[in-house]
C-alpha cells in the first residue's frame, strides 16, 4: 500500500524526507500516489454531506448518525466491476468505471430498502497513473454526489508484480440504512398474481465481460450497433443507479414487495433470491427488446438464449414486485417500468424463475 | 465477479441452470466460486454478532445499531495488504492475510477511539483456488471473532488477465463506532513533556513487502534468524491486533492522548499525524531494539536507518501519548509498552518528528 486517499498524512506531500531511493527502485512510486491524491481531493470533498466529520489527518473517515429511524439497521455491500476494468484500460475509459462501481454497490443496497450513507473504494494496479486514478475517483464522486452518499475514503495501492502490466482493479463498499419496518424484500407480503415490472439497464453493467472482451476480440470496437451507437460505448455505458425511480415508487405510495438488482446470473439467479418458497416469477421474454448491444453479442458468441440470460441483464437492471392493482400508478408514475411477467404458486419447495419467449 | 460470499443466491449453489460451458471457456470458473463459498461460510457464521442480521439471500450485510451513545460517529476505513499477498503466495501461507487485512483495518480505527462492529472483505485473482480463498477468510474470521467484530459480508471476483498467474489481491473495510466525547486522537490536549509509548510489532506488518520480497530474492527464506525463527516466518508474521491493549489503558483508568497505528511511512510519517502544531515527537530509537528480522533486512538491503524508519516500523506498531505523570500506571498495566520519547514544543508551523540514535 502506498497512500490512503482521504485520511493521507498531513505531511505526506511536502514531508521535508525524500522518497527512499531504495524503495522507489523496488517499483514502488510514492511521488505518483501524491499526485493523483491531489488531483482528487477536490471531487472527494464535493460529496461530502454535513454529517461528514472531515479531520485533516484522521486514519479513518468520520460520519455522524443524525436523525436515526426507531430502529436502525445498517445496510453494507462490498463488490468490484469485474474484468469491465480491462475493457475501459484497452479504451482509456476510467471515469465510467468509479461511476459503475458506486451505482452497482447503491443498487445492491437499494433492494434491501436501504439509501446510502457512505462509499469507501479501493483502486489497486500495477503502477498507478495519477491521471487514471483521478478519473475512476471523479467518476465515483460524480455517482455518490448524485446519490446523496458521503464518498468517505478509501485505499490505491500500487502492487507490482500482482496485476498485469496496465492493469487495475477497482472494488468499493457502501453502508447504508434502514429502518428495520422498511426493509426489502418482503416475501410474506408476495403472492400469486403480484405483478414483475422491470426497470430498463444502461448495458451490461458490470456482468458478462470475460465473455464480452472474448467476443469483441479481433472486432473493430466502434462499429455502430443497429442504434447507430458505436459498440465500445454501448459495452462500457456506465451502470446505472436506480435511486432515483425507487424514490419515485416510495413518493408516489406504491408498496414496493421487493426489489431485484439483476446482477451475475442474470434474472435467472437474481429474482428467485427475493421470493418465497411457493412462488415462482413467470417472466414473458418477448414483452422487453433486447437492446441492440445484447442482440450484437448474441449473434457473435453463438450462445443460447438460456444462456444469455444468465450471463447479462439483457436490457432490465432492476425488477420490481408489486400487488396487481397498483399497475396503473406505477405506469403513470414510471413509463419506463416494463411489466415483465408476475408470481405464480409453485409446488417446488424452493423459489424458482420460469422464462416465455 | 463471480460470487458474492454471505449474500450469495440461495439457490447459487444448486441451481438446475448448469454453468454455461461458453462462459466457463471463457476463464470464469462459476463451481470453483461455489465450492469456495460452501468451505468458509461456517467460520463466518461463527463471527456473527447478536446485532447481525442474517438473512439469507439478502443483497447486503444487515447490522442492527442498538445502544448507541448520545452522540454516535461511525468510522471507516478501507485497506488492502499491498504486495505482502504476493509473498504469502510464494509460501502457500494464506490464513495470515486473512488476519494481517482484519487487523490493519481495525488498528486504523482504533486510533480514532472507535470499536469495531463490522468487517466486508474483497478477494480478487486471476483464478479463484477455493481452499485459498477458504484459508485467507479463516484468517478474517479468525481476527474478526477477537475482535468481536461481524464478518458482515464481502466479494470474491476472479479476473483472468487482470491479475498476473498466481496472484491475488486482498482487501477490506471495516466500520467501527465511536462517541463523539471519545473520539481520537486529542491533540488540543497535548503538551511538551506528554509521553510516547510504543507498543511492539509481530513484524513488518503489511508495509515495506516490495523490498523485502526484492531482498529475499535469491536467498534461502528458511535460514535463521539470530533468535532462530525462520526468516520467511518472520517476515509473514500476521499483523497483530492493538484492540486488547488498548482496552486495558482504557480499563485502568489511563487518558490516552492519542493512538498512532504506524504503516506506510514509519514512525517519521505517522506519529506527526496526530499531533498538534506547535509540537514535535521527539523518539530515541535507542530505547528498543529493532527486531532481528528488520536489522537482516537492513543489512542486505543496504538501506540507511533513516529509509528503514520510513519504510518499516522497525518493532513499533503502535504510539500511545500518554501525560507524564502516568508512566507509572501504563507501566504496571502494558509491561509490553517502551517509552519511546516524549512531546517537545517546536517553532514550526507543522507537527514534527525527530529521532536521537
Redesign the interface.
Known amino acids: ?4 486517499k482521504v ?1 493521507s ?4 506531500c511536502n ?1 521535508v ?1 525524500p522518497p ?1 531511493s ?2 522507489a527502485a ?3 512510486d510514492i511521488e505518483a500516489g501524491n499526485r493523483a491524491v491531489g488531483l482528487m481531493k477536490a471531487a472527494v470533498r464535493a460529496t461530502f454531506t454535513p454529517d461528514v ?1 472531515a479531520d485533516v ?9 443524525n436523525d ?1 429511524p426507531s ?13 469491465k ?2 475493457l475501459a484500460a484497452q479504451h482509456g475509459r476510467w471515469q465510467g468505471i468509479g461511476q459503475d462501481i458506486v451505482n452497482h454497490c447503491l443498487n ?2 437499494l ?2 430498502g ?1 439509501r446510502p ?2 462509499f ?3 483502486i ?1 494496479a500495477d503502477k498507478l497513473v495519477p491521471e487514471k486514478v483521478a478519473a475512476v475517483v471523479l467518476g465515483m464522486a460524480e455517482a455518490c454526489r448524485a446519490a446523496g452518499c458521503a464518498l ?4 490505491t ?1 500500487e ?6 502490466a496496465g ?3 477497482v ?1 468499493g ?4 440504512l434502514v429502518d ?1 419496518d422498511a ?1 426489502l424484500p418482503r416475501p410474506h407480503e408476495m403472492q400469486a398474481g403480484d405483478l414483475l415490472f422491470g426497470l430498463p439497464s444502461s448495458g451490461p453493467h ?3 465481460y ?2 464480452i ?2 467476443v469483441l476480440t479481433g472486432r473493430d470496437p466502434q462499429q455502430p450497433l443497429e442504434d447507430g451507437t458505436p459498440l465500445i460505448d454501448a459495452a462500457l455505458a456506465p451502470h446505472r443507479s436506480y435511486l432515483a425511480p425507487v424514490q419515485l415508487l416510495e413518493e408516489a405510495g406504491i408498496a414496493v414487495k421487493g426489489l431485484a ?1 439483476i ?3 442474470g434474472l ?3 429474482v ?3 421470493l418465497p418458497a411457493g412462488l415462482r416469477a413467470q417472466i414473458d421474454r418477448r414483452s422487453w427488446h433486447a437492446p441492440p448491444v445484447f442482440r450484437r453479442l448474441l449473434d457473435w ?3 443460447t438464449l ?2 444469455a440470460y ?2 447479462f441483464n439483457m436490457g432490465i437492471g432492476m425488477v420490481v414486485v408489486i400487488r396487481a392493482d397498483q399497475k396503473g400508478l406505477i405506469r403513470n408514475v414510471l413509463p419506463e417500468a416494463i411489466q415483465i411477467g408476475s408470481l405464480d404458486a409453485s409446488a417446488k419447495a ?2 424458482d424463475v420460469a422464462f416465455e419467449g
Open positions: 500500500m502506498t497512500e490512503q485520511d498524512p498531513p505531511n505526506s514531508s524526507v527512499p531504495l524503495y523496488a517499483g514502488v466529520r489527518g484522521s486514519f479513518g473517515g468520520l460520519f455522524a448518525l436515526l430502529q436502525p439497521l445498517l445496510v453494507a455491500s462490498t463488490d468490484g466491476v469485474g474484468t476494468v480491462k445492491d443496497i433492494v434491501q436501504a450513507l457512505f469507501l473504494d479501493y489497486a468517505l475514503g478509501g485505499e495501492a502492487m507490482p508484480g500482482v496485476y498485469t492493469s487495475c482493479d472494488a463498499t457502501i453502508v447504508g428495520q426493509l458490470t456482468n458478462g470475460s465473455l472482451r472474448q438488482h446482477t451475475g446470473g435467472v439467479d437474481n428467485p433470491r427475493i458468441s453463438g450462445m438460456d444462456e444468465r450471463v424452493e423459489p
